[in-house]
């Protein structure tokens, strides 16, 4: 999975792209605001190219700011501006960009310009290092061909996941996730894992760039693939049957190891049919192994219950950091349950002064307040309305401003902050109200920190 470091002045344009670019499979290693901030997150990052702003605050615009990070970190750099008159593209010339998006764009222009980008980079440290390096790692074999023919680096997973998934194939996981998680990374881990540990493995899915990091296993057939398209989940039956048909074939003991992403879940009996076959055949002596993996933002408990009873381990991810992992007897699935997106957006936006107090326990530029916002709830405020409220709260003397380096920080004054402190209890004691619950001060709305 590519690291990208994202660097814009405006927030909005920021939480945009770092949307856009998870939902494209790549990683959003880091955002920055300023020229300088750029060089210093990318010297601590290390990310596998910086989608660059040119016009930007502060003492170093976007183009000298790509200058030294292609020059001493030696990382690729797309230009991404609203400007595209003759003088800026020949000041943009000399950082020799690997790309140069002119705003608005579109997601083919974004990803087509990173993929050109990062296959350019690959190219070019393959020409240095033969066959040894993709991104300045050492990668033995078939793993090294995989990935520098794609232009790709290596696979950055988590530890935590890396730690849950490294014994995955020993018998049927369920992996409940929601739309926030980034499962492309686990999902390939979990694809290699099964190669090494050989005999038979399929790889179904409904969407899904996956299939091209695997080219050779498909046609040796160690990997069977199939996309899945709406009303054809029942399909997969006769893909089970084939794969464990040829294991019989082959006399020896093997095993198959799955991989089955039911992303949509309109057809949720077809789902059940599948789990219950796949049961029915382990049962009958048959090895298999690996993840039912099922978006659980449009199921409800009774659901994910059904879908649990008779697998052995459940791991749920709900965002880039929060994978649990727990054996089924010792967690009832049926407590597992998501609040919808849309029901998220409408609570934040509804009560955003409650969400913005909660947020002014330190300093906090109007920046951090409106991205910290969208890291948390997934949902957009315009800067606007987050300032408003700061100018509110300033011109009542519950805030200061002071100044940290080139940014304006938010801070409480002594009135403010008791001020804070009792507006938060209030709201507090409101929604303990609606939700008919006791009147203490510290089980009301949930705890945002």
Known sequence: MSKILVVDDEAIITMQLEERLSKMGYTV????????????????????????????????????AAKIVTKELDIPVVFITAYADDAIIEQAKNARPYGYIVKPFNELEIKAAIEVALFRKATELEEQKPGKSVQGKNLPGKEADNREQDGLACLDLPEIKTVLLQDIFTDIVLFLYTDQVTKEPIFK?????????????????????????????????????????????????????????????????ASLQILLDFSETDEFEDILAIRKLLLLKKESGISINGIIAINIGNIDHTRIQSL??????????????????????????????VVPQSTIDDVVKKSLEPVVLSLLDKPISGYDIVHEIHNRYRVLIPQARVYTLLHD?????????????????????????????QKLDDYKRVFQHIMGEGTGTDAGIPDTK
């Open 393 to 421: 709260l300033m011109e009542e003397g519950y805030l200061e401003i002071r100044v940290s380096g080139k940014s304006k920080l938010y801070c409480p004054t002594e009135k403010g902050k008791k001020q804070i402190s």
């Open 308 to 337: 649990a009873e008779g697998i052995p381990k459940i791991i749920v991810s709900t965002g880039k950091e929060t994978t649990l992992s727990f054996a089924h007897h010792t967690f009832p699935a049926g407590a597992v349950s």
């Open 29 to 64: 290693a880091g955002m920055a605001a300023s020229g300088e901030d750029a060089v210093e997150k990318a010297r601590r990052i290390r990310p596998d190219l910086v989608l660059m702003d040119i016009v930007m605050p502060g003492k170093m615009n976007g183009i000298e």
């Open 189 to 253: 881990f979990a694809l290699e894992q099964g190669l090494k540990k050989g005999g038979r493995n399929l790889f179904a899915y409904f969407q899904s760039t996956l299939p091209k990091y695997f080219p050779k296993e498909i046609q040796r057939k160690e990997l069977y693939t199939r996309r899945l398209k709406r009303k054809e989940v029942y399909t997969l039956r006769a893909a089970l049957d084939k794969c464990t048909d040829s294991l019989r074939d082959t006399g020896t003991p």
